[in-house]
Each structure stands twice: as structure tokens, then as C-alpha cells.
């Protein structure tokens, strides 16, 4: 009986709770504990993202820090799902496998977390309790 009232009666309840709080939860700290530093962004990270060979590293320092801070926050709020988390995990991508590619995993390890959690969005959708549902998305 506490089963049912905790979780429904079908476990598509349960995937849909478990899909919305991870979506909320990786969304805010991804906007807001690593993109709200980078927007808009330090003359120490536009050098780092110069250093990865980017051309108009301004251009891209800005397009990574609201990748991060926007994306996020509509990964969180689940609205243009898919493109957030496209955008979130290609950033997530040049995190992982540009500039931490030389550093120990633990390094790379946020980087790489946040990749397949975006991936998984990309792929998913943003879920039942979502803006993109109730707008009439998919």
C-alpha cells in the first residue's frame, strides 16, 4: 500500500518522477554551479578556450558559458529539451575529451557525467512533467 501511494500504480510513474528530478537536479548545478561563472565570460577562460585552437575565442568563451548557464537552466525547466542538451553535451564533449584530455580521470569525470546525463535528455526527451509537454512537444 505505501508502494502505491509513494510511486503509483504503474512504474511509469516511477520513471517519469526519477526522469524529472534528474533533469531539475544536473540542470540547476549545471547552470548554476559551473555556467553562471562563465557568463559572461573571464579573460582566463577565453585564454583556455584560445588554447583549445578555437577560432574567435570570444565567440565560443560565450557560446560554452550560456551553453552551460542557459542550456541548463532549460534543461531544468524542460523546455527545447533536445536542443539543450545537445548544446550541453557538446560542450560537455571539448570539456572531457579537449581540455581535461590530458588530466587524470577525476578531472574529466564531471565533465564526462554531465555528457551522458545531456546525452540521455538528447536522446529521451525532457518527460511527462515538462514546459515541452505542456506546450504540445514531444
Not at 511509469?12 to 561563472?37: K, N, P
Not at 588554447?51 to 570570444?58: C, D, R
Amino acid at each position: 500500500m505505501l508502494r502505491k501511494f509513494l510511486f503509483g500504480s504503474s512504474p511509469g510513474f516511477t520513471i517519469e518522477l526519477t526522469v524529472l528530478l534528474l533533469r531539475v537536479a544536473s540542470g540547476l548545478m549545471m547552470a548554476l554551479l559551473h555556467g553562471w561563472a562563465k557568463v559572461p565570460p573571464s579573460e582566463k577562460f577565453i585564454l583556455g578556450v584560445t588554447e583549445l585552437g578555437f577560432p574567435a575565442p570570444l565567440f565560443f568563451a560565450w557560446c560554452a558559458g550560456l551553453a552551460e548557464f542557459a542550456g541548463g537552466i532549460l534543461l531544468a525547466v524542460g523546455l527545447f529539451t533536445r536542443p539543450a542538451a545537445l548544446f550541453v553535451a557538446f560542450t560537455m564533449g571539448v570539456a572531457a575529451f579537449g581540455r581535461h584530455l590530458n588530466d587524470p580521470f577525476e578531472r574529466k569525470e564531471l565533465s564526462l557525467l554531465y555528457l551522458g546525463i545531456s546525452l540521455f535528455f538528447l536522446a529521451y526527451g525532457a518527460g511527462k512533467v515538462s514546459l515541452d509537454r505542456f506546450l504540445g512537444g514531444k
